[in-house]
């Protein structure tokens, strides 16, 4: 949950931000999009940058909304009203929440932890019941209606290229857990990169491979799902047969 003033109540409320209290545009953010950020390193290098130095220094004209460790809880350094210079250009920082996610040094698209993306998801979760959205990436590199952005795609609304958060973010797996995606949801899923079709049923911790289309509906119409199969990308499909002990 989220107080009314814009804190999550079940995360470390930092006790001092220091110069990052002045490192905003505003205190009226809409909070109406969510951004994951790559740290690019570790929570030293962040605290100094972002809360230790000012923001007359060049080098430390950054803030977020909170840090997001490799294990253990969120740490909330500015509230959800804070219009934090993080994504590049004045729309995301006044409309978005912003967090830094710990490591991606080397190498800079080291995956998240289990951790890091349980973090992800509760924050989404919280942010779209609170203000009232629906969790949705962009369908394309220009659409701004979306929810979920990453830093590099920020272009579209004026922020600099940058690589941040270089591949980090499992959205698909992200996605699946905001949908409701508890272990024992059934869902039919196709393989991506294959001239033909490669349909897989997962079911919680399983995938089972359906050989032929009426494999695909009976399996569909067997537990209430769409015969439709899922697009997911090469990270996630590997991510489920990793996890199902499929050799695919
Ligand atoms: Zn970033």
């Given at each position: 949950?989220?107080?009314?003033?814009?804190?999550?109540?079940?995360?470390?409320?930092?006790?001092?931000?220091?110069?990052?209290?002045?490192?905003?545009?505003?205190?009226?953010?809409?909070?109406?999009?969510?951004?994951?950020?790559?740290?690019?390193?570790?929570?030293?290098?962040?605290?100094?940058?972002?809360?230790?130095?000012?923001?007359?220094?060049?080098?430390?004209?950054?803030?977020?909304?909170?840090?997001?460790?490799?294990?253990?809880?969120?740490?909330?350094?500015?509230?959800?009203?804070?219009?934090?210079?993080?994504?590049?250009?004045?729309?995301?920082?006044?409309?978005?929440?912003?967090?830094?996610?710990?490591?991606?040094?080397?190498?800079?698209?080291?995956?998240?932890?289990?951790?890091?993306?349980?973090?992800?998801v509760?924050?989404i979760r919280?942010?779209a019941?609170?203000?009232?959205?629906?969790p949705?990436?962009?369908?394309?590199?220009?659409?701004?209606?979306?929810?979920?952005?990453?830093?590099?795609?920020?272009?579209?609304?004026?922020?600099?290229?940058?690589?941040?958060?270089?591949?980090?973010?499992?959205?698909?797996?992200i996605l699946r857990r905001l949908q409701g995606g508890?272990?024992?949801?059934?869902?039919?899923?196709?393989?991506?990169?294959?001239?033909?079709?490669?349909?897989?049923?997962?079911?919680?911790?399983?995938?089972?491979?359906?050989?032929?289309?009426?494999?695909?509906?009976?399996?569909?119409?067997?537990?209430?799902?769409?015969?439709?199969?899922?697009?997911?990308?090469?990270?996630?499909?590997?991510?489920?047969?990793?996890?199902?002990?499929?050799?695919?």
């Amino acid at each position: 949950m989220i107080t009314p003033d814009g804190w999550l109540t079940w995360a470390e409320r930092w006790p001092n931000p220091g110069f990052a209290s002045r490192k905003v545009d505003g205190w009226h953010n809409t909070g109406r999009m969510y951004l994951p950020h790559s740290a690019v390193g570790y929570w030293g290098g962040f605290k100094g940058r972002l809360m230790d130095r000012p923001e007359t220094d060049p080098t430390a004209r950054a803030s977020v909304h909170g840090w997001i460790p490799y294990e253990d809880n969120v740490i909330q350094i500015l509230p959800f009203t804070a219009e934090c210079w993080s994504s590049g250009s004045p729309y995301p920082n006044r409309n978005g929440i912003a967090f830094e996610t710990e490591g991606g040094y080397k190498p800079e698209n080291e995956p998240l932890t289990e951790t890091q993306i349980e973090h992800h998801v509760h924050i989404i979760r919280d942010l779209a019941e609170w203000k009232q959205w629906a969790p949705r990436r962009p369908v394309n590199g220009v659409d701004k209606t979306a929810t979920l952005y990453e830093h590099r795609e920020c272009t579209r609304f004026g922020s600099l290229p940058t690589a941040c958060p270089s591949d980090r973010i499992p959205w698909a797996e992200i996605l699946r857990r905001l949908q409701g995606g508890e272990d024992d949801m059934a869902t039919i899923i196709s393989r991506p990169g294959t001239n033909f079709p490669q349909n897989y049923l997962v079911v919680g911790k399983a995938m089972e491979f359906l050989e032929s289309r009426e494999q695909r509906e009976l399996a569909a119409e067997a537990y209430g799902i769409s015969a439709e199969p899922r697009a997911v990308s090469q990270a996630a499909f590997d991510w489920l047969a990793k996890r199902a002990g499929l050799s695919v």
